[in-house]
């Protein structure tokens, strides 16, 4: 455990009133997979060891090593805490190497949560930052104290609360919930607190150069820093997954991951006492994050379990498109996210939690390099904004130290049968497009409001039946406008005895003409789900038998975490003609039928209905 971080005076920067247990510290949640629940474990070090000391650098390692003795008392795992300082470095790196031994001794088990945190003084620590829009003076931890009714009211569930008579009375009638700092993957790289009180003002920072080791890919959200004043690093979380990102360990399964390095980097304003001085603290912050990006992978740790730049790989190629309903020509796949990741289906790589993933973006012309990849076999993933589905590349990519494996063009056919009648909302895998409504004005977080990332609002899914308070969603297409009439989440409706019951919404559309020789296909793309399930009908919202149903799906709890996405989910139903007609409106209809609470839910990505193939176009074209 960290129990003290001496810096600019300052005797301790973590909160001494915790527990020594309780101030920097690992932890995790874990199932035996035997029905029992135990509680969430501190992993201590039973063995001390200076690995490397020079005049540059110390290296230590505190260390446990588990033994069939401690079978459902410890989760199975030999764990090797690592830190290091060098010198002349602001701060310090830590990382943890976490194995499961390949015998029939070592049981199986399933890793909920891993993580990382570090609590700060609360005397101190008052502004956190997590990007350049989200950064801001925080309440305190006492302000969350549900013991004191006069303190702060509970709201839907324990994270989210609404401060009635906080310490700071700037405060008063705001909502605080961690939920809604979270970040993706791909942006959770630096985050942290400022004390603005201490002299000179002061920035603690964990910045993360590499997140090869995070699982769910680049879009996979995870939580940053809190009330507290908390700083996390999250390895291992279910948050906006559910289950599919909590890898299960299989008896006897040969396990081994190394989580991290991340930097502990603390930075000040020499002589500056002004809160605008304090606040280029987390432009430093950002600075240091280039810094160690450009470093990446680090030369400095000990452990063979951290492969240096010249033992990993680079592979490069370019990614285009081939849809002929859209161009005759292959079209770029500008901004396109490619990865490796280990070897599974078709876009795998999301609910995958036991390897490691590295991913970039694309440049305008769908050119991409991905370098210092660790050696092993991976399939190459990709999905692009602006088409459905994802792409993989069928052939195993095998990594090892010094390779450059040119890919050459890859071609990615997305799911297309015939041309588009009409389509709802952008496929980016998000649901910011759709209409995001205004906050009920008693539960406001003031950062928020006119803010890109509205959607991050405590309780919007309530406002839907007030704004549908009788009869569920309309939409017309050539009509409605998807940024204005489209609810950016099919939510259940409460009713007048507090119960809830599931939506249907209609699409309407008119068809000049009905092709009787071919079939429909209506693409439909969730950006989340939770708890709930898509029934499509079309034109008798009363058949026993859907045209499709999902069945239940997911437990990514999106909504109530302020996520305006969570895991994606393709689905293509076929519509057959006879039950369409021309000249008048045809209505498609979206049933999320579940009921039982009020955050079951659909998230929608996007819609489109496609007519049967035309003459010259075809789903293949090799």
């Not at 389509?423 to 980016?428: H, K, L, S, T, V």
Request: net charge negative.
């Amino acid at each position: 455990m960290v129990t003290g971080i001496r810096y600019k005076g300052i005797d301790n920067l973590l909160e001494v009133k915790n527990d020594e247990t309780k101030r920097g510290y690992m932890m995790v949640v874990w199932d035996p997979l035997d029905g029992s629940k135990p509680p969430p474990q501190w992993i201590f070090g039973t063995k001390f060891e200076v690995i490397k000391e020079t005049e540059e650098q110390v290296e230590v390692s505190f260390s446990r090593t588990w033994d069939p003795s401690l079978k459902g008392k410890l989760v199975p795992l030999n764990v090797d805490k690592r830190f290091i300082v060098l010198r002349g470095s602001s701060g310090f790196y830590w990382y943890a190497i976490c194995e499961h031994l390949g015998s029939p001794e070592w049981p199986a088990f399933g890793l909920n949560v891993a993580m990382n945190a570090f609590v700060l003084t609360k005397e101190k620590f008052h502004y956190m930052a997590v990007a350049d829009n989200r950064r801001r003076f925080m309440p305190l931890p006492d302000d969350r104290d549900v013991q004191d009714p006069k303190r702060c009211q509970p709201l839907a569930y324990p994270e989210a609360v609404l401060l009635v008579n906080p310490i700071e009375p700037e405060f008063k009638g705001q909502v605080d919930d961690k939920y809604q700092y979270s970040c993706d993957n791909k942006d959770l790289r630096v985050h942290g607190w400022i004390s603005m009180e201490s002299s000179p003002p002061v920035g603690f920072w964990q910045i993360t150069p590499s997140d090869e080791f995070r699982t769910g890919g680049p879009l996979k959200q995870n939580l940053s820093s809190h009330v507290g004043p908390t700083c996390l690093s999250v390895f291992i979380s279910p948050h906006y997954a559910g289950e599919d990102l909590e890898p299960k360990i299989g008896q006897g399964e040969a396990w081994k991951k190394v989580f991290g390095p991340v930097f502990v980097h603390l930075n000040s304003v020499e002589g500056g006492k002004s809160g605008d001085e304090a606040l280029t603290l987390w432009e430093g912050a950002k600075r240091q994050l280039m810094a160690e990006v450009q470093s990446w992978p680090y030369t400095f740790p000990a452990s063979e379990d951290l492969p240096s730049s010249d033992q990993r790989g680079n592979v490069s190629g370019r990614l285009v498109v081939r849809d002929r309903y859209i161009s005759k020509d292959y079209i770029s796949a500008n901004g396109a996210y490619v990865g490796l990741a280990p070897p599974g289906d078709v876009g795998s790589w999301q609910r995958e939690c036991k390897g490691y993933q590295f991913w970039m973006r694309t440049d305008e012309h769908g050119y991409f390099s991905i370098n210092h990849i660790r050696t092993g076999d991976y399939n190459l993933y990709a999905w692009v904004p602006g088409f459905i589905g994802d792409y993989r590349k069928d052939s195993v990519v095998t990594i090892t130290p010094g390779c450059h494996i040119p890919l050459g063009n890859l071609v990615y056919e997305p799911p297309r049968d015939g041309p588009t009648l009409w389509e709802i909302g952008i496929p980016d895998r998000s649901a910011a497009e759709f209409y995001v409504p205004d906050p009920d004005p008693k539960y406001i977080n003031p950062l928020f409001v006119n803010h890109p990332d509205r959607f991050r609002q405590y309780g919007l899914w309530e406002r839907y039946a007030e704004l549908y308070p009788n009869e569920d969603l309309v939409y017309t297409v050539g009509v409605s406008d998807y940024r204005k009439d489209w609810f950016f989440a099919q939510v259940t409706r409460r009713k007048n005895d507090n119960t809830y019951e599931g939506t249907t919404w209609q699409i309407k559309f008119k068809l000049d003409m009905v092709d009787q020789t071919g079939t429909y296909k209506l693409r439909v793309a969730l950006a989340a789900a939770n708890l709930g399930e898509l029934q499509v009908r079309v034109n008798d919202p009363n058949t026993k038998r859907p045209l499709f149903s999902s069945g239940l799906i997911g437990r990514d709890n999106a909504v109530a975490r302020h996520g305006i996405h969570g895991l994606y989910w393709l689905f293509n139903v076929e519509i057959p003609n006879a039950v369409l007609v021309k000249g008048e409106y045809n209505t498609i209809y979206l049933t999320q039928p579940r009921g039982q609470s009020s955050l079951q839910n659909l998230m929608y990505d996007y819609i489109r209905l496609e007519g049967p193939p035309t003459k010259g176009h075809h789903t293949s074209y090799l």
